[in-house]
């Protein structure tokens, strides 16, 4: 799996691939059928193939203030679309001047000039250059006479009729609600972070944790989450995890905190992924470091029971 940038010379061996081209956030089962369908037509041809998405998002361009709202790094995109099939990302930097190219302009320099690809498929509703004034009917008008063909993957819905689609997922994770966004998305919503050193306030209460910024995710319901923790060398660890800004201390503090049952090691510094399971509760603020632990055990115990027994490769402080 190669990571390109739009601003580099591609290698001459993945000229001529099958591009799959979306912004992809989130890489839920819309997404996954685009970039299928991409896959299946690169390798039915012999070709490469290559998803194509953007960074940042064009909303953090259009609207600077807009709260965090991503549901992947670039990085969990990369590995996404290596699991998908893909041979390569490319990662077009959206900045004032691509967004102000035309839809021929965008065709031309940012598609045919730097991959000369055989074809491109998209979402049967995505969009792009100036004014969104492209969509899949000009990718073909445009893309013809450069040898580009253009289709389209019409959306993917749920039992329900309703659409996936990123939006959806978002708004069930600020609903708390995360059996719908591990549906659409196939996996469950994960925050991947360094750990980093915290007050080890948790360790004076027999509850170290492992403390992550949240960065640009978006920020789902605060509250308190059944966890699971994928380590550096690929052990998953269970666990119940603070997302919040813990109303029981001073001065608040925004973190995803999670809290790793039978472990002991430190994982200060390492890049480790939460994955949200299931909400137990909204945060709340306690009257007393007692009451404030006793609520504590009562979660881990309602935390294990939802993670259910688990095979771990040894056990594991942190913070």
């Known amino acids: 799996m190669q990571r390109l940038d739009s601003g580099a010379a591609v290698p001459a061996d993945l000229r001529g691939a099958i591009v799959a081209l979306g912004n992809f956030d989130g890489f839920h089962l819309g997404h996954q059928a685009v970039v299928g369908r991409a896959v299946a037509w690169a390798r039915a041809e012999g070709r490469p193939a290559i998803v194509a998405t953007f960074d940042p998002h064009p909303m953090r361009l259009f609207r600077p203030d807009a709260p965090p709202f991503r549901l992947t790094t670039l990085d969990q995109r990369e590995g996404l679309f290596a699991a998908a099939g893909a041979d390569a990302m490319l990662v077009f930097r959206f900045d004032a001047a691509l967004a102000a190219l035309g839809p021929e302009d965008f065709v031309r320099s940012m598609l045919h000039d730097t991959l000369a690809p055989a074809g491109v498929v998209t979402g049967e509703d995505f969009t792009f250059a100036r004014g969104k004034a492209g969509n899949i009917a000009r990718l073909a008008e445009i893309g013809a006479p450069l040898g580009i063909r253009a289709e389209a993957v019409g959306a993917v819905s749920t039992e ?39 007050d080890k306030l948790g360790r004076t209460i027999g509850y170290p944790t492992a403390n992550i910024d949240m960065g640009s995710y978006l920020r789902p319901a605060y509250g308190i989450y059944a966890v699971r923790g994928v380590l550096p060398d690929g ?41 949200l399971i299931e909400r137990l509760r909204p945060e709340a603020k306690f009257d007393s470091l007692d009451a404030l632990v006793a609520q504590m055990d009562a979660d881990c115990a309602r935390a294990r029971q939802i993670l259910g027994p688990q095979e771990l490769a040894g056990g594991p402080s942190l913070a």
């Open 160 to 198: 329900d009729g309703l659409p996936v689609s990123s939006s959806r997922i978002r708004a069930a994770l600020q609903a708390g609600d995360c059996a719908t966004a591990t549906r659409l998305l196939t996996r469950p919503f994960a925050i991947e972070g360094i750990v980093q050193h915290g």
């Open 235 to 275: 052990r998953i660890l269970d666990g119940a995890a603070n997302l919040g800004i813990r109303p029981t201390f001073d001065p608040p503090k925004e973190l995803l905190e999670p809290h790793f049952f039978d472990f002991a090691e430190s994982l200060y510094d390492q890049r480790i992924e939460v994955q």
